[in-house]
């Protein structure tokens, strides 16, 4: 079964707030303080766990550990997804780490890109870095879907065409954009200087 | 007058794109074609632009030079907006760095703090870090509203609580969390781990 974008998003966060709770025996939470925890609505909270095949009891509320491993099974894939990072400079370098830290992280990254032969060309913590003109080979080899953009090029459409071109799927953008991608591929924006000009904006007008 | 959150994202988008063009003279662009590149409806660009007072014709589009004036003279603020960063592991050095270095990023950043001795009681670029527990202090002397969170702890809620009650208006959190906030506090979550999660997920549905 397929489940709604909104949901997996949803019951990685459940994950994240139920660990803190796993090591107490026997502990039960009500969906409407996962709901509160979450800033979303109980009833949100209930059909997600519907979708997924678990139930609670109304007196009790959901049986942690229990619900913890029905969590882990749906969002447990058959095997990573490999992803690579378009930018190793400091931002990239520091995403990196990031992301292989993360004991329960589904991705792994067997090779990273960049445009500047300061940063191609070598290796950072044992991964090699490769020059973007290797993109459709090295891609292609190790059948790499993911892409996340930590690069600072006045040609980032022209970088992003050439990753669809060799095979990624999905974006996650922390450059300045914007750049166009097809309907088809999934482009998460992480576009940090936007978003400050937009904080900036309204506490001035405040 | 108080502009939507959403149509001042989108100007900040638009400023980002029309300065590709800046350099040709008299060049004009299309609310359609300007829509296109951003993936909304080509009303809702006029709508923003009717908002800011600036209108085109429907012959030759709106004239990029003027219309650039017209975004900058919206988005630019009185005074930069003081901002701090709360970690300065690796990421948070990289963050520092990627917004220092936005020639029109309207944020400056006056003092970063860790919880970490090891990262705290030294400078970065010149910026002094200091250990969290000083910052009521700090948070006051330099009038900051926003928090950039780029912080490993397991007590995510007590850092963003003892934020809130020093001043913090804001959050771009970069952190694991999930923590909770009163709300008149503006959240903006930056979470890769689960973005990958996510991403992992429908790319193996395929």
Not at 123 to 149: H, M, W
Request: with cysteine; charged share 20%; hydrophobic share 40%.
């Amino acid at each position: 079964m397929k489940l709604p974008s909104k949901t997996v998003e949803r019951l990685s966060q459940y994950r994240r707030i139920l660990q803190n709770y796993k090591h107490l025996e026997e502990s039960y939470i009500f969906s409407h303080d996962l709901a509160k925890l979450l800033k979303i609505n109980p009833v949100q909270v209930r059909r997600d766990f519907m979708l997924i095949g678990f139930s609670g009891s109304s007196r009790n509320g959901y049986e942690v550990t229990n619900l913890l491993d029905y969590i882990d099974s749906t969002l447990t894939l058959p095997k990573s997804q490999n992803a690579t990072i378009i930018g190793m400079g400091e931002l990239g370098k520091a995403l990196f780490k990031h992301i292989s830290s993360n004991p329960v992280c589904p991705v792994i990254i067997p090779a990273t890109f960049d445009i500047d032969p300061k940063n191609s060309n070598q290796e950072n913590y044992g991964i090699s870095c490769f020059d973007l003109t290797r993109a459709p080979e090295i891609i292609n080899k190790y059948d790499i879907q993911i892409a996340v953009l930590a690069l600072v090029t006045n040609d980032i459409q022209e970088v992003v065409d050439s990753l669809l071109v060799s095979g990624i799927k999905s974006i996650v953008n922390f450059s300045a954009g914007p750049f166009r991608v097809p309907d088809n591929i999934y482009l998460k924006d992480f576009d940090i200087r936007t978003t400050l000009e937009e904080i900036s904006y309204f506490i001035s007008q405040e």
